[in-house]
């Protein structure tokens, strides 16, 4: 499935140069694509590797154990975080690039990580039963006196990466574009995630998308009980849960769980811990083989089920938590390489100074509305009869929305509170 884009319709023109003039609207920004798009990349649409199910459940693991705030909850999208981390990766060069690399794609070549990634996310179903929707687009300061694109590198993202292309002035017009960008390309469930733009950014890097499945087999109403939820701290909450019964049973040494499905090509994976064990003890056994483990030795048998109802959010700055994932340079103004994608008169280094990602979901009982958006922000600077199996998610548990044929998650993140 080729994704579509819808670009937002920006106006005016560059001054200068052969970047050209893009459609006119009162905002100042132009809208550059079809000067860069003169062809579509199509992916070779394949079962993922188990190499890049390893490298990629890796870095949902570690992005979402390293996002967590105690007693919070929290979810991330690991495919929108790493699709923008991509489109800023085909702008790197040297030891940053080898970094980025190696945090995205660890354990495999990232040429291959790169196909598989937009492979995979190009062959996710989007039905009449179940949406998804992504798009991706780049922004870049119209001021050739503080910042000069490479034009190779901005056909790259609007050919391999279908991303829209714009100029702009960067100033508080811009950041409202980019947020109803936004905005509308998750069907208004993120409809903000820039605050400001900071006098040294240069370019943003943007990718949004949406989810929207039905339960195969929803909840009635006599289904949905009041319950009490047992939070990280100890204190209760009256909520609503939704009990039910399904047909897939999952077990380990350290967490049970279930899985309940959508109604084509996508299921809900809950994972609740042993009562011994903290959810912050479990997070720390949880890595990318316990959880693609877990999903392959699921069991074919009856387990009742209980759902809370929920809606929550994140909003994350994950530049701290990607240095420490091992791509340091890329935050360092002395010494990142991004000169594939532009470069400053001035003398200025380009490197990244914000990555920001907000996620929303909504857990009822007909199913799950789920959005995501990731931006990275780069800166100019100096520098069976048997007795049913019962899992009621009545504390703390994991839970992510994976991709059926695969098993890896779209979503992935915690239910600490509620």
Same mark, same amino acid.
């Given at each position: ?7 937002? #319709?920006? &106006? ?7 970047? @050209?003039? &893009? ?21 070779? #649409? ?25 007693? $919070? ?16 990766? /085909?702008?790197? /060069? ?26 995979? /996310? ?37 050919? $391999? ?6 100029? /702009? ?23 903000? #995630? ?18 929207? &499945? ?91 089920? &209980? ?7 994140? @909003? ?25 994608? @532009? ?17 929303? #979901? ?57």
């Amino acid at each position: 499935m080729k994704r579509k884009l819808c670009a937002y #319709i920006l &106006g005016g023109c560059l001054a200068a140069g052969t970047l @050209g003039c &893009g459609a006119a609207s009162d905002d100042g920004a132009a809208d550059l694509t079809e000067s860069y798009r003169r062809g579509a990349k199509d992916y070779e #649409i394949r079962e993922s590797s188990e190499e890049f199910k390893k490298a990629y459940t890796e870095f949902a693991v570690a992005l979402l154990s390293g996002s967590r705030r105690a007693g $919070e909850n929290t979810m991330v999208s690991p495919l929108s975080v790493m699709t923008a981390l991509e489109m800023t990766r /085909a702008g790197a /060069a040297g030891d940053t690039l080898a970094q980025m690399d190696q945090t995205l794609y660890s354990g495999m070549m990232a040429a291959k990580g790169k196909e598989e990634l937009m492979t995979f /996310a190009n062959r996710l179903p989007n039905t009449n039963q179940v949406r998804f929707h992504m798009a991706d687009s780049v922004w870049f300061r119209d001021d050739a006196e503080r910042f000069v694109p490479d034009e190779d590198f901005l056909r790259t993202e609007a050919e $391999e990466y279908d991303a829209s292309v714009f100029s /702009a002035a960067f100033d508080a017009d811009t950041c409202d574009a980019i947020n109803q960008w936004v905005a509308r390309e998750t069907d208004d469930m993120v409809p903000r #995630i820039v605050d400001q733009i900071p006098e040294d950014a240069v370019m943003y890097l943007v990718n949004a998308m949406a989810f929207q &499945g039905e339960w195969e087999e929803v909840y009635r109403e006599n289904q949905l009980q009041p319950a009490e939820f047992t939070c990280a701290d100890g204190s209760t909450a009256e909520i609503t849960m939704m009990y039910g019964e399904e047909q897939t049973y999952l077990e380990n040494e350290d967490a049970i769980g279930f899985v309940k499905p959508y109604k084509d090509g996508y299921a809900f994976a809950a994972l609740l811990p042993r009562e011994d064990l903290s959810l912050d003890e479990y997070m720390g056994t949880l890595d990318a083989e316990t959880f693609l483990g877990l999903l392959a030795a699921a069991s074919d048998e009856k387990v009742e089920t &209980g759902l809370p109802k929920f809606t929550a959010e994140t @909003g994350l700055e994950l530049s701290d938590l990607l240095s420490e994932m091992g791509m340091p340079l890329a935050f360092d103004v002395q010494n990142a390489d991004f000169s594939v994608m @532009g470069s400053c008169p001035n003398g200025e280094n380009i490197c990244i100074s914000r990555v920001l990602h907000r996620t929303y #979901i909504d857990v009822n009982e007909t199913g799950t509305k789920a959005a995501a958006a990731a931006v990275v922000e780069m800166m100019a600077g100096y520098a069976l009869l048997e007795e049913p199996k019962r899992v009621i998610l009545d504390r703390p548990f994991v839970y992510a929305i994976i991709e059926e044929e695969s098993g890896l998650p779209v979503f992935i993140g915690t239910v600490e509170a509620l």
